[in-house]
RNA sequence: GCCCACGUAGUUCAGCAGGAUAGAACGUCACCCUCCUAAGGUGAAUGUCAGGGGUUCGAAUCCCUUCGUGGGCACCA
């Protein structure tokens, strides 16, 4: 990578010319392009070398030497200009490496665990998860192409408290389904207990077409009179069949319900995630963490930490110690677990699964508990450092220029709807295009618009356009005035390039893309050190923005042999570039538009 | 009150391990299709980098502070 090896041969340099001070200068792109292609400032060396900066440049420059690089100083900068040598073997490097040109080894084979989206199974995804699920699996990309080794898991939230919220609702939704004249309540209070949300009509809907027999135990064990049916849903969600839930058929009864609803929520958030092109390794049952007593061992490992004391009947973990603004109780007066608890458990079990580094992308809403996840893997004498959690903001939707409230009380727009209304590469791309840490503005008729002011649109369109020249190339041609049949102006695209003939006249589009295709190994760097994938998108911008440049400027076919095969080449390594960042980000790259 | 993120052109955003004249897209205005996809390109106009201090050769970038926006501060999940 031309960066990398500058940036080496000046650090080199430095090392000749000022022994004790030595240390990396930043290796930049020159605002203006005259200047050069890469340009460090030597200024920040002037304190130690006790000369004016120009003198400073002179001396490193006489120690850098790389091949076909040319060096020259203006001011305190050293400026850096690829030959056409170099930038030639730029395009041969791409077309010989493919789809692996941009791979870095900055993982080191590390072992990842990415856990994103990880909703509720209580009902369908929102927006937001659709911005976690984008940003997460081509984050999950970004990092392979990276060589981490990757593992991508959601976290089922399949116990708890909100799952009894889900049980009572679908109850409810199964009565009134069968004309029994229940229905949710309505209310700001009934909104904290009840999921109101229409799925659970349609999910009672088809419980009762697949399993009719099932209403009638309902019917028989939970024994909702005739009378409160006035009194309507509370009854159910009250006392009357809590007392009874100590019978073991009753029990039965209610997780088998439970299990129906929020398998069924499950498989239809999974089938979603699937459409939009985000495939998990695994799916984590919460679960499954109290069935196995891993909750209960991971308090275990705390109190050996003697950092669990009790106070006012709760059990509390000393997160203080760590960072934390208080302790955290961890289990309730009441002797059941908080949220808390099961969390820390999963992470326990992240580290014992051998994996080295856990990433999560969490709402910005949960802040508050890195804090506590990171003072719990600290308790268990670990690098808290091995947690990176991504907190990532809002999406607004914008729907004809006006924003979409995702309030409370406004009806909740769901993934799917988006998905249906935009399609998957546009969800993706916009989802994915921002930085995690600014609130999204989603315009939803831009996203679909299928016009040049759709970024999508405009990346995918350079991408076709590089198919269709290097399609036209090898097809038959007609004559315009006779009407004749002509042999494509190439048999085959595999053929031996002289790139001499690139350089035969002014050509700064070329080197222009050039030296953009070059930086896509150290866009894919960046990108993956900081964990933004929306860095990718940015590329991607670049890239087309200098391709269809090229492109108006550049006649590629019908030009002499040698000129014509070196630029289809370097329409293929554009084609190849395009193509590894679009898989980057999950967005398809189109042979045609 | 405390914690986190954000505030850059009319709009949406890059730039933020300090560095040369603050960039792009969209929108506006004026242009460019005999010929590889005009879903493209060229040119012009557009800025108190939220305000104020500080650090230094140099600040949109780092620090402090004020203001504004969003989110969070449970023995809920």
Redesign the pocket.
């Known amino acids: 990578m031309l960066k990398e090896q500058i940036n080496e041969a000046v650090a080199g340099a430095i090392k000749e010319f000022l022994p004790e001070h030595a240390q990396n200068l930043?290796i930049e792109k020159?605002?203006?392009p005259e200047?050069?292609d890469f340009?460090a400032?030597v200024?920040?060396l002037?304190r130690y070398a006790k000369m004016p900066p120009p003198k400073i440049a002179e001396n490193i420059v006489k120690y850098i030497n790389i091949d076909n690089v040319e060096t020259s100083i203006?001011?305190g900068?050293i400026?850096f200009r690829a030959k056409t040598p170099k930038l030639n073997s730029c395009i041969e490097k791409i077309i010989t490496e493919g789809e692996n040109f941009g791979r870095n080894n900055l993982g080191n084979s590390e072992k990842v665990l990415l856990e994103y989206v990880s909703a509720?199974p209580t009902g369908p995804l929102h927006i937001g998860h659709g911005r976690w699920a984008a940003t997460g699996s081509a984050l999950a990309n970004l990092l392979e192409f990276s060589g981490y080794d990757v593992y991508q898991e959601f976290y089922v939230?399949d116990?708890?408290?909100?799952m009894n919220n889900l049980f009572e609702s679908f109850l409810i939704r199964i009565y009134e389904v069968n004309g029994y004249g229940l229905t949710i309540p309505e209310g700001e209070n009934s909104k904290k207990k009840y999921y109101p949300g229409e799925y659970l009509i349609d999910l009672a809907r088809k419980f009762s077409r697949e399993l009719p027999d099932k209403f009638k135990q309902i019917l028989y064990y939970f024994n909702v009179p005739e009378y409160h049916k006035e009194i309507g849903a509370y009854i159910i969600a009250g006392s009357d069949y809590v007392s009874r839930r100590k019978q073991p058929e009753l029990m039965a009864l209610w997780d088998e319900l439970l299990e129906y609803a929020y398998t069924e929520i499950l498989k239809q958030q999974k089938e979603l995630l699937n459409r939009l092109g985000v495939n998990f390794d695994g799916w984590f049952s919460e679960k499954q963490l109290y069935e196995r007593d891993e909750v209960n061992k991971s308090i275990e490992k705390l109190k050996e930490s003697g950092k669990i004391y009790e106070?006012?009947?709760?059990l509390w973990f000393k997160s203080g110690d760590y960072g934390d603004?208080q302790d955290r109780?961890i289990v309730?007066?009441?002797g059941?677990y908080?949220?808390l608890t099961a969390d820390i458990a999963y992470h326990y079990d992240k580290i014992a699964r051998g994996f080295e580094r856990l990433i999560n992308i969490w709402g910005?809403?949960?802040?508050?508990?890195v804090a506590r996840v990171k003072a719990s893997i600290e308790a268990l004498g670990k690098d808290s450092s091995s947690l990176e959690v991504l907190?990532g903001?809002?999406v607004n939707l914008i729907v004809s220029g006006e924003q979409v409230r995702m309030g409370k009380r406004t009806k909740m727009i769901t993934l799917r709807e988006l998905l249906d209304e935009v399609g998957v590469d546009g969800t993706r791309y916009w989802m994915i295009m921002?930085?995690i840490?600014?609130?999204?503005?989603f315009d939803v008729d831009l996203a679909k618009s299928?016009?040049?002011?759709n970024?999508v649109?405009?990346a995918q369109?350079a991408h076709?356009?590089a198919?269709?020249?290097l399609r036209?190339a090898i097809s038959e041609r007609f004559d315009?005035e006779t009407g004749e049949v002509l042999p494509p102006l190439m048999e085959s695209l595999d053929f031996e390039v002289n790139f001499d003939s690139l350089w035969q006249e002014d050509s700064s589009p070329t080197r222009n893309l050039i030296l953009r295709l070059e930086s896509f190994e150290d866009a894919v760097l960046t990108a993956a050190r900081c964990r933004a994938p929306?860095?990718i998108a940015?590329y991607i911008?670049d890239l087309a923005?200098d391709f269809?440049?090229f492109?108006?400027?550049?006649?590629?076919?019908?030009v002499e042999e040698n000129v014509m095969k070196a630029r289809i080449r370097l329409v293929q390594a554009t084609k190849q570039v395009l193509k590894n960042a679009f898989d980057i980000l999950g967005v398809s790259a189109p042979e045609?538009?």
């Open positions: 930043m020159p605002k203006n200047h050069g340009a400032n200024s920040p002037a203006i001011s900068f400026n509720n939230n116990a708890g408290n909100q106070k006012d009947g709760a603004d109780v309730k007066q009441d059941t908080t949220y910005a809403d949960h802040h508050g508990y907190l903001q809002m921002r930085d840490n600014t609130t999204l503005d299928c016009s040049d002011e970024p649109y405009y369109y076709a356009r198919c269709s020249i036209t315009r929306y860095m940015r911008q923005k269809h440049h492109y108006t400027f550049t006649r590629v076919l019908n045609r538009m």
